[in-house]
């Protein structure tokens, strides 16, 4: 039904000026027949990147959400209707994101959207979703200072991540001198100012801290990996913070590996890497090293448990891993449903408002609750990397950790925070008891 | 005996009676912390790693060797903890009496890294005396890291006994590094231990002597911080040779990717967007490879990438000849047409791969002979990237005979200096053609045997490499093989020597920089082709 409705918009545009007026009164009516179609069900949009250099991260989301999808059909879907989903494939192409979203929203009518994965995607979306007025659920650990309306964020603020795990670090490690390493764009600088702000508000001193940018896909890491081993070599115990992302860590552990780095030496932890990052490496040089995130595949519960069991089955592949935002999406899926249900009815308006305050399991035994700042209440974890790719928990937190939209440690955001429940703000000052309005 | 069978008796009947209260209070201090293991908790680890390591008791060194191999089971229901040994068999630990088999319930003692240190330096005293070489070597070696007061006289008295030469160095080393952080040690022996330190001079020493901190005696402080001084110098020179030998070993990675493209685009002048994707069929030929000998024949593994070099060959190579067949041949000539083609079919070759091995990173092992490094004075080389080094070296020589030696060789030089005559002298040229394409293409589908070993084998990892390859050919001269040698491991060194002062954001625009300042003032690269060769 996609491919044909898009082969209806190539045919409208080869057409002459005139005749394309006819095919767009035509594709209005086609599109009034679909909203009339709806009726029997509601369509869920899924826009995650099935082609380019995200799709290795992003088309395991979209499985999810089919899978969520389907088992919710067979309770008997959501208000007595059957979900559909309408997959779109933005191809890692950050414009396109926009595009399609807009696309699913005007034309497939859709009531919520899962999707996204890198912050540049969302930010790129973010206007089509205001305008038009509909939901995004965003699965992935991000580097906040942001609170939109439309938006509701699943995956980790900075503060259920990265001071969590430096936290650790610092208390079970003994660790006293850092190594911020990441890839160059707004996630791990921004991660990075924040943890530099919270280290100094902890008294590490200015050389005591080592920042180091490079490129995306960057895989010459002989120079960067000899560096941190010369930066721990001064006499204190040292670590190295991760934000490396997607297809840089492969070779950054390789070489790790390789040098002989130990994690009992300089231990890492990792913010991107997870089950499915692993699955490239071979892991056993590095035992030890750790990620810090808000969900194990390795957790025994028995929600986890069944999960997995159903998942693996659904994807008929018995060694299909699951992973962080895979849980996020499993949450932000049952909070909609449960919204809709609350509210019996789709219309965005109605379930936004609808939405803080809800209340979804979480596959690690605790329950996560949707808070005002449009943000949720999560675990955190700090997993040590095993010999056969999985994780060990060595510390979690002891109770759920609420998300905060707007860092406590960075000057410019400190005083900010987002309430859709009283405040109507994402960004409200409680100095000046002022909202900053839009434009984040 | 029979004292000793009452006492097991009356053992068995208490630890019954207190099995229902969980509390597993045995006969001595050595029986309490090995049940500690039991109880999944690290700091009652920790603390029995520490008891059991001092209490000397014979049974120590297989629980701490067990516990840092996880063959350490413990049962938290019984609190009963086993050593299950290499061959199968299993003892128990608080008594050393065999069992016959460990209860399911029992899982393996877990770890973190503060623990692992632990253990690293309980095995290091107890091991310093074995009779193998390397494991003393690396007890020693343990011992100074952690230089724990403790161990001083364990490593006095191996000193004492050991006859060979380097583990003498390593433990005198150790007893250096443990006197220099011990608080009752004398003024001379600090002393000393600073020499002993400065004389090892890397950079495990460095950080043993930034870290003594502030309460030594005026002398040692002194002492130390000549010593970091004079090791900081070597360090730093050692540092250059260091950032030479990367960047010879970037250099031959961009090479390795480059060399196919020198023959695509520099011989025969077709912009070849799909080269990465050349690259990106030798890796997944490495890894379906890899595959059928994990499944059929593991013995063979460490022959793996030597089987996968010719057969990437062939398949890239094949690929190479049905895309100048199907698509190129239509195009000579026309340069725009090309590239918009073949950026193309680089997309389909993508999800084609996708599509078929799925969007995640494959695993390619690394063979045993690729895994490691070693030591060449203070710089520490790796096994994959000398062997990439030798192999790209190797692959360089021998297309370069070809092309110097060959019927084809010959064929390909006439083709490519003068098509039209090449053509009337009776050289069938689209043969030629096809089969140059196919000589690139194989090339590039080697290079991603090799880069398979140290990158992503995803189908993203022809991408990362077609830019740099452009650049290369470009900056070393189109149509010249030896402009594309040189121009790799000037690249590549001038990148290694920037990132450090730069940064690799930087280093990378800085290069780009001076690529486009360098094609202004020889728009034909280091070494361009004189004469009629390059007719478009």
Request: some cysteine.
């Amino acid at each position: 039904m996609l491919t044909k409705s898009t082969h209806d918009i190539a045919a409208s545009f080869s057409r002459r000026g005139v005749l394309a007026a006819t095919a767009g009164l035509m594709l209005g009516l086609a599109s009034l027949t679909g909203a009339k179609a709806a009726d029997d069900t509601i369509k869920v949009g899924v826009l995650h990147s099935l082609s380019g250099t995200m799709a290795i991260s992003e088309t395991t989301l979209k499985d999810t959400i089919l899978f969520l999808i389907d088992e919710q059909n067979k309770k008997g879907g959501v208000l007595g209707k059957k979900l559909e989903a309408v997959v779109v494939d933005p191809a890692s192409n950050w414009p396109l994101f926009a595009e399609k979203a807009r696309e699913l929203i005007t034309k497939d009518k859709v009531a919520v959207v899962f999707g996204c994965w890198t912050s540049v995607s969302r930010k790129s979306v973010l206007p089509v979703f205001k305008e038009l007025n509909n939901i995004l659920f965003y699965p992935v650990q991000y580097e906040g200072e942001e609170s939109e309306r439309n938006v509701f964020y699943t995956g980790a603020a900075p503060n259920q991540q990265a001071i969590p795990a430096v936290d650790y670090l610092m208390k079970e490690e003994k660790v006293k001198r850092w190594v911020l390493a990441g890839t160059d764009y707004v996630y791990p600088r921004t991660t990075n100012k924040i943890l530099e702000a919270y280290l100094k508000s902890k008294g590490v001193a200015q050389e005591d801290i080592m920042i180091n940018y490079t490129p995306f896909g960057h895989s010459d890491w002989q120079t960067i990996v000899a560096d941190i081993k010369k930066f721990g070599s001064a006499g204190k115990k040292t670590a190295v913070v991760s934000t490396i992302n997607g297809d840089a860590n492969v070779p950054f552990y390789k070489e790790l590996g390789n040098q002989g780095i130990k994690a009992k030496d300089i231990p890492v932890v990792a913010f991107s890497v997870g089950e499915e990052e692993l699955a490239g490496i071979d892991t056993k040089p590095l035992v030890g090293h750790l990620a810090a995130w808000n969900y194990f595949e390795s957790i025994k519960t028995p929600a986890n448990e069944k999960f997995i069991k159903e998942w693996q089955a659904y994807t008929k592949n018995p060694k299909r891993t699951t992973n962080d935002p895979m849980e996020a999406h499993v949450i932000g899926f049952n909070m909609w449903v449960k919204a809709v249900e609350k509210v019996k009815s789709i219309d965005p308006d109605k379930v936004i408002d609808a939405l803080p305050g809800i209340e979804a399991p979480n596959l690690t035994g605790g329950v996560s609750k949707m808070l005002p700042n449009h943000h949720i209440t999560k675990p955190v974890f700090i997993g040590e990397i095993k010999g056969n790719g999985q994780f060990d928990v060595v510390w979690k937190t002891p109770s759920l950790v609420p998300g905060d939209a707007w860092s406590k440690e960075l000057d410019g955001s400190k005083d900010l925070i987002g309430d859709w429940v009283e405040k109507k703000c994402g960004n409200f000052n409680v100095k000046t008891n002022k909202c900053l309005g839009s434009g984040s | 005996m029979p004292t000793n069978l009452s006492a097991r008796l009356c053992t068995l009947a208490l630890s019954l009676f207190l099995i229902a209260f969980a509390l597993p209070a045995f006969a001595g201090p050595f029986e309490d912390a090995v049940a500690k293991f039991a109880n999944d908790e690290f700091s009652d680890t920790e603390e029995a790693i520490g008891v059991v390591a001092s209490s000397g008791s014979p049974l120590a060194f297989p629980i701490i060797s067990a516990l840092q191999d996880g063959r350490l089971m413990a049962d938290p229901d019984t609190k009963k903890v086993y050593v299950t040994g290499t061959d199968g068999k299993s003892i128990d630990a608080a008594t050393g009496q065999p069992v016959a088999s460990v209860p399911d319930s029992a899982s393996a003692v877990r770890l973190n890294n503060r623990l692992r240190r632990s253990v690293d330096a309980a095995l290091g005293s107890l091991t310093l005396q074995s009779p193998d070489l390397a494991t003393r070597l690396q007890a020693a070696q343990s011992v100074f890291k952690s230089h724990e007061e403790t161990a001083l006289e364990p490593v006095e008295s191996a000193l004492a006994k050991e006859t060979n030469k380097s583990v003498k160095t390593a433990l005198g080393e150790a007893r250096a590094a443990i006197l220099l952080y011990m608080s009752d040690a004398t003024e001379v022996q600090k002393l000393e231990a600073v020499a002993t330190i400065k004389a090892r001079g890397d950079q495990d020493a460095l950080a043993l002597l930034t870290g003594i901190g502030t309460d030594q005696p005026a002398s040692v402080t002194k002492a130390a911080a000549s010593a970091i001084g004079s090791i900081q110098n070597t360090l730093a020179v050692w540092s250059t040779v260091q950032n030479a030998w990367y960047g010879l070993s970037l250099g031959s990675v961009l090479l390795l990717a480059a060399i196919g493209l020198a023959i695509t685009f520099g011989v025969m002048g077709v912009i070849n967007m799909a080269h990465g994707e050349m690259v990106m069929i030798g890796a997944y030929t490495t890894f379906v490879v890899q595959e059928v000998i994990r499944t059929r024949y593991p013995g063979l593994f460490d022959y793996s990438l030597l089987i996968a070099v010719p057969l990437a060959f062939l398949v890239a190579g094949a690929v190479g000849v049905l895309i100048e067949r199907s698509i190129i041949r239509f195009l000579y000539g026309r340069p725009l047409e090309t590239l918009l083609a073949t950026w193309g079919l680089s997309l389909v070759l993508q999800q084609a791969v996708r599509t078929v091995f799925g969007p995640t990173n494959r695993e390619v092992g690394n063979p045993s002979w690729m895994s490691g490094a070693f030591e060449l004075g203070q710089i520490t080389i790796t096994y994959n990237r000398l062997w990439i080094l030798v192999f790209t070296l190797a692959v360089f020589a021998i297309l370069l005979a070809m092309l110097r030696y060959t019927a084809l060789g010959l064929e390909m030089r006439a083709v490519t200096q003068n098509r039209r005559m090449a053509a009337s002298m009776g050289i069938a040229t689209s043969r030629v053609d096809a089969l140059t394409f196919g000589l690139g293409s194989g090339i590039a589908g080697i290079a991603g045997v090799a880069l398979s070993q140290i990158d992503n084998v995803s189908p993203n990892l022809g991408q990362s490499y077609i830019i740099d390859s452009f650049m290369v050919v470009v900056f070393g001269g189109v149509g010249n093989l030896w402009g594309t040698l040189v121009g790799a491991f000037t690249l590549g060194i001038a990148n290694k020597f920037l990132e450090p002062v730069a940064g690799a954001v930087l280093g990378k625009i800085a290069i780009l920089v001076l690529i486009i300042l360098f094609i202004q003032k020889r728009p034909r690269g280091l070494f361009a082709l004189k004469g009629r060769a390059v007719e478009a």
